[in-house]
Antibody, heavy 117, light 107 residues
Framework: EVQLVETGGGLVQPGRSLKLSCVAS????????MSWTRQAPGKGLEWVAS????????YYPDSVKGRFTISRDNAQNTLYLQMNSLKSEDTATYYCTRVNSGYFDYWGQGVLVTVSS | DIQMTQSPSSLPASLGERVTISCRAS??????LNWYQQKPDGTIKPLIYYTSNLQSGVPSRFSGSGSGTDYSLTISSLEPEDFAMYYCQQDASFPPTFGGGTKLELK
């Protein structure tokens, strides 16, 4: 059974940093791209970052580019999201997702990040 | 970026009713359209990929269709567990983008 379990969320002040982790199980982790997608309170879904399985290339939308870094440890079956210079508008539930030809075919349960002073 | 527009944003419906949710892309996406269901507790479940292919385990009352810029999700006979939020998503080009969502609620 495929499982994605996110950890690392919490309350953080504006301008500070936070690192999310996602432990994957039930599939061959290094065969798949992985992504993070977020949902602000009461809002829709927004893709945040993707990383390839082959060469670790990364992709971001303009809203987080230069502040967020996605990475992976294939030996530990773990995906990360380093978030720096956090803003109030980054407050959201962050979901770890497996990518299957562009389709997000498995989602974690989500982890809440609240950016507030 | 490709913009995805869903309609309606809210859809009151009854048990057993047939409903359709629409999703329009700002440009052609060559059937690269996926659907997801989100429950009130935040759990997100993939439903359909590449316009009309059901994710494993998804009941056959769900179906998808469309082409070009216009796509739809149909539920043939609503069950209690179907009342949720639904989102479409395109993966024809980067960045992947989602529709604004449709809340399917009990009439």
């Amino acid at each position: 059974e495929v499982q994605l379990v996110e950890t690392g969320g919490g309350l953080v002040q504006p301008g500070r940093s936070l690192k999310l982790s996602c432990v994957a199980s039930g599939f061959t982790f290094n065969n798949y791209w992985m992504s993070w997608t977020r949902q602000a309170p009461g809002k829709g879904l927004e893709w945040v970052a993707s990383i390839t399985n082959s060469d670790g290339s990364t992709y971001y939308p303009d809203s987080v580019k230069g502040r967020f870094t996605i990475s992976r440890d294939n030996a530990q079956n773990t995906l990360y999201l380093q978030m720096n210079s956090l803003k109030s508008e980054d407050t959201a539930t962050y979901y770890c997702t497996r990518v299957n030809s562009g389709y997000f075919d498995y989602w974690g349960q989500g982890v809440l990040v609240t950016v507030s002073s | 970026d490709i913009q995805m527009t869903q309609s309606p944003s809210s859809l009151p419906a009854s048990l057993g009713e047939r409903v359709t949710i629409s999703c329009r892309a700002s440009q052609g996406i060559n059937n690269n359209l996926n659907w997801y269901q989100q429950k009130p507790d935040g759990t997100i479940k993939p439903l359909i990929y590449y316009t009309s292919n059901l994710q494993s385990g998804v009941p056959s009352r769900f179906s998808g269709s469309g082409s070009g810029t216009d796509y739809s999700l149909t539920i043939s006979s609503l069950e209690p567990e179907d009342f949720a939020m639904y989102y479409c998503q395109q993966d024809a080009s980067f960045p992947p983008t989602f529709g604004g969502g449709t809340k399917l609620e009990l009439k």
